[in-house]
Nanobody, 120 residues
Framework: QVQLVESGGGLVQAGGSLRLSCVASGSIFSIGVMAWYRQAPGKQRELVARIPSGGTIDYADSVKGRFTISRDIAKNTVRLLMNDLQPDDTAVYYC??????????????WGQGTQVTVSS
């Protein structure tokens, strides 16, 4: 099985920064796109940023210029640097990965989520 584990969430004051990390482990041949999603209380899950193994990076308009997504392909990790955090960024952040266990079969996997709380 494949498992994604997030870390780095916590409580931060508005204007502060946090760095989230996610590591994928298990039966992994390769990973295509990796992404971060978030879900605030009472709202649907939304895409924050995605980073493919190749190609361009996408960010939600609400985080452009503040968040930076990166990945280490060799270590099956993805990171999200969040700067100038605002209360509206408060949510559970989920790691996503499209994992190829044996080429060309691929499956979607999600982490358990890590809480990010931004106080005003």
């Amino acid at each position: 099985q494949v498992q994604l584990v997030e870390s780095g969430g916590g409580l931060v004051q508005a204007g502060g920064s946090l760095r989230l990390s996610c590591v994928a482990s298990g039966s992994i041949f390769s990973i295509g796109v990796m992404a971060w999603y978030r879900q605030a209380p009472g709202k649907q899950r939304e895409l924050v940023a995605r980073i493919p193994s190749g190609g361009t990076i996408d960010y939600a308009d609400s985080v452009k210029g503040r968040f930076t997504i990166s990945r280490d392909i060799a270590k099956n990790t993805v990171r999200l640097l969040m700067n100038d955090l605002q209360p509206d960024d408060t949510a559970v952040y989920y790691c996503y990965a499209n994992v190829v266990s044996r080429y060309p079969s691929a499956s979607d996997f999600w982490g358990q989520g890590t809480q990010v709380t931004v106080s005003s």
